[in-house]
T-cell receptor, first 113, second 114 residues
Framework: NAGVTQTPKFQVLKTGQSMTLQCAQD?????MYWYRQDPGMGLRLIYY???????DKGEVPNGYNVSRLNKREFSLRLESAAPSQTSVYFC????????????FGSGTRLTVV | AQSVTQLDSQVPVFEEAPVELRCNYS??????LFWYVQYPNQGLQLLLK??????LVESINGFEAEFNKSQTSFHLRKPSVHISDTAEYFC????????????FGKGTRLHILP
């Protein structure tokens, strides 16, 4: 099915380890996003990319880096994981016009111990 | 900047009873409004949207929402809920001149009681 694919689905890291969350979309959308979801906090935007080669900070960018490798792929990197980064991470893609809203991946559940 | 407030973090309701999930927004310009649904252990899916025109919008599974500009609200309703409606529901808003940036509320968890 067309959509947004995230890998891995689950990950456990030790404090200080690094890892990259992968996201790929096959819908030829320009804009892509990374959110984190925490209980009672809803979805908070970490970074977004309005087009290939551009990235911008969202609400909670500290501790993360992103890379828009090409139009399909948008990765999120944790350089030195901390327990506060334990969360569920969602990637999303967006296409004009706004009637389509966002298409979300199924999420990555990350635990930092 | 726009913002979204979902007034209830959890709503318990008996099966086959009606439900209303409340959402208010703030913005200085015209907006687009959305409701997304997240079933357990899944990502978010678009449930319905208001872009323009008729203020009452409907989804394929019996939900409806009404855009009320004077009250800056976009409440979600269903006349009779089913156990399969158990999920978290997110209200979201984007501004017409920045429609690629959607702001989400904190979500309302709908619990269906047997």
């Amino acid at each position: 099915n067309a959509g947004v694919t995230q890998t891995p689905k689950f990950q456990v890291l030790k404090t200080g380890q690094s890892m990259t969350l992968q996201c790929a979309q096959d819908m030829n959308h320009n804009s892509m996003y990374w959110y984190r979801q925490d209980p009672g906090m809803g979805l908070r935007l970490i970074y977004y990319s309005a087009s290939e080669g551009t990235t911008d900070k969202g609400e909670v960018p500290n501790g993360y880096n992103v890379s828009r490798l090409n139009k399909r792929e948008f990765s999120l990197r944790l350089e030195s994981a901390a327990p506060s980064q334990t969360s569920v991470y969602f990637c999303a893609a967006y296409r004009d016009p706004p009637s389509h809203g966002y298409t979300f991946g199924s999420g990555t559940r990350l635990t930092v111990v | 900047a726009q913002s979204v407030t979902q007034l209830d973090s959890q709503v318990p309701v008996f099966e086959e009873a009606p439900v209303e999930l409340r959402c208010n927004y703030s913005s200085s310009v015209s907006v687009y409004l959305f409701w997304y649904v997240q079933y357990p252990n899944q990502g978010l899916q678009l449930l319905l949207k208001y872009l323009s025109g008729s203020t009452l919008v409907e989804s394929i599974n019996g939900f409806e929402a009404e855009f009320n500009k004077s009250q800056t609200s976009f409440h979600l309703r269903k006349p009779s809920v089913h156990i399969s409606d158990t999920a978290e529901y997110f209200c979201a808003v984007s501004e017409w001149n920045r429609d690629d940036k959607i702001i989400f509320g904190k979500g309302t968890r709908l619990h269906i009681l047997p």
